[in-house]
C-alpha cells in the first residue's frame, strides 16, 4: 500500500496518557501518520472533534464515565464520516460487537506490532475493516443484538442497558437496582422489559444467561 500524500492526523482516545505518548514515539519516524491529540474520556474526544481537524480517532472501549460504545455511537451521530478504530486489551464478543455495529472501522489489540498497528490504521483510513485475530474470533461467533431492525438501525445496548444486564444477573432486585443506578424501580421495570424485547429472551433467566455467556459477572 502507497504511503498517504498527507500525515494521517489520529487522536488517542485512551484514559491513560503513556498510550498516547507511547504512539506519538511509536510513530515519530513515520511520514504518513502521527498523534496529534489525546483525549481521556469519551466528551473530550467530542469536544476535540468539534474544535480540531482529524481523521481518526484510536478508541479505547473502556473509556471512564461515557465508555468507548457510547462513545463510539455519539461519534457516528455528530461526525459520520469520521473514520475510528478500536484499541482495547478487551476481546470479548460485547465489546468487539458493539464496536463494530456501532460504526467503528476495526478492532485492533493493544500490544500489537507496529507493522500490525501500521496496516490496521491504513485500512481503516481507505475505508476498509481491519480485525486483530482475537477480535475476528469474537466478529465470527457473533450474536443476536448485532442484527439490523426492519428500519436499518442497529440493535446495540448502551451503556445503562448493560449495567442492568448485569446488576440482574448478580441477582439484584428492581428496587436494589433502582438505588444503585438512581432511577425509579419503574425505570428499571420498563428497560427489562425492553431488553428482554431486544435480546429476544423470554424472561431474567434468559438476561442471567446472556451475562454469563460475556463473562459480565
Known amino acids: 500500500m502507497e504511503p498517504h500524500g498527507t500525515p494521517i ?52 472501549v473502556s473509556l471512564p464515565g461515557m465508555d468507548g460504545i457510547d462513545t463510539m455511537r455519539a461519534i457516528r451521530k455528530e461526525h459520520p464520516s469520521m473514520r475510528v478504530l478500536a484499541h482495547s486489551t478487551l476481546s470479548d464478543i460485547e465489546y468487539v460487537n458493539s464496536m463494530l455495529t456501532e460504526g467503528a472501522g476495526g478492532y485492533l489489540m493493544k500490544g500489537a506490532t507496529e507493522q500490525e498497528f501500521q496496516i490496521a490504521v491504513r485500512t481503516v483510513m481507505d475505508g476498509g475493516r481491519y480485525l486483530s485475530e482475537e477480535a475476528r474470533c469474537s466478529v465470527e461467533a457473533g450474536y443476536a443484538h448485532t442484527e439490523k431492525r426492519m428500519d436499518g438501525e442497529y440493535i446495540g445496548l448502551t451503556a445503562r442497558e448493560r449495567e442492568i444486564i448485569r446488576l440482574v444477573a448478580l441477582e439484584r432486585t428492581n428496587g436494589e437496582i433502582a438505588a444503585q443506578l438512581f432511577i425509579s424501580e419503574d425505570t428499571v421495570k420498563t428497560h427489562r422489559k425492553h431488553l428482554m424485547t431486544k435480546l429476544n429472551v423470554r424472561s431474567s433467566a434468559g438476561l442471567v444467561k446472556y451475562a454469563i455467556d460475556r463473562r459480565w459477572v
Open 9 to 60: 492526523r489520529i487522536l488517542v482516545a485512551d484514559p491513560l496518557d503513556l498510550v498516547a505518548e507511547g504512539l506519538r514515539k511509536r510513530l515519530a519516524d513515520l511520514d504518513d501518520m502521527t498523534v496529534v491529540a489525546h483525549a481521556g474520556t469519551g466528551l473530550r474526544v467530542l469536544e476535540l472533534l468539534s474544535r480540531m481537524p482529524i481523521d481518526l480517532v484510536l478508541l479505547e
